[in-house]
């Protein structure tokens, strides 16, 4: 119950384009819902976050969509860069806070000039 | 440094002996978190602490797993008599305070192979 599902595991698309990486939770605690960008060798660091009290939020090029009722949460890149090429976590939490993340498997995304 | 600072960025062990994990985390915050980072897969909790005290262990996998925290800044990660499937890599993140949506700012990282 406190796995997060992420898909798709890599993602290629053109530069421009625009990915969507998939996220499904069963935990109905959780109300806490980032997303992050790692790039080899480094940490992840944190992208956007929505809480379950909207469906979308929109940061620059990213954007999150949220489905309560069907327990899934989706990122968006418009416009994609091959700068943008990194792995994606989505990840999940409970008690409206940062403390004890679950995080999802990751996609690996390339975005090719 | 402004960011989270973990070392050793590397560290090769034999299976069986003791391993120590530095994190220093961003100064002024007052939650430290472990993770750890098996290859092609996302960071799984172990422990955080809220100033000295580990507000949540339950993600430690067992008892050769231990951490300190001891004047609420520095932190140690200690594993004891080493196995191969702790071969990793070991994330630390700072934040703020642990009971908001402070951002967590995460290391680079202690890679660990236990041969």
């Known amino acids: 119950q406190q796995q997060v599902k992420q898909s798709p595991q890599s993602l290629i698309v053109q530069k421009g384009g625009i990915p969507i990486i998939n996220c499904a939770y069963e935990?109905?605690?959780?109300?806490?819902f980032p997303w992050y960008q790692q790039f080899p060798g480094k940490g992840p660091a944190l992208l956007i976050a929505?809480?379950?009290?909207?469906s979308e939020k929109k940061e620059g090029r990213f954007t999150i969509s949220f489905n309560k009722s069907a327990k899934q949460f989706s990122l968006h890149i418009m416009d994609s860069q091959p700068g943008d090429s990194a792995t994606y976590f989505c990840?999940?939490?409970?008690?409206?806070?940062?403390?004890?993340?679950?995080f999802g498997s990751g996609t690996q995304l390339t975005v090719l000039p | 440094g402004a960011g989270v600072s973990q070392t050793p960025s590397n560290k090769v062990t034999e299976k069986g002996k003791y391993v120590e994990l530095r994190c220093d985390p961003i100064?002024?915050?007052?939650?430290l978190y472990w993770y750890r980072q098996s290859l092609g897969q996302g960071p799984e909790f172990l422990i955080y602490?809220?100033?000295?005290?580990?507000?949540?262990d339950s993600g430690l996998p067992n008892d050769r797993f231990f951490a300190v925290r001891p004047e609420g800044s520095v932190s140690t990660l200690k594993i004891q008599r080493t196995e191969r499937g702790d071969s990793a890599v070991y994330l630390c993140?700072?934040?703020?305070?642990?009971?908001?949506?402070?951002?967590?700012?995460f290391g680079e990282g202690s890679r660990l192979t236990v041969l």
């Open positions: 990840a999940a939490s409970s008690g409206g806070s940062a403390r004890q993340l679950t």
């Open positions: 993140a700072s934040s703020l305070s642990a009971g908001s949506t402070g951002e967590l700012f």
């Open positions: 602490f809220q100033g000295t005290g580990a507000a949540d």
């Open positions: 935990n109905t605690a959780f109300d806490y």
């Open positions: 100064s002024g915050h007052t939650a």
């Open positions: 929505i809480r379950p009290d909207v």
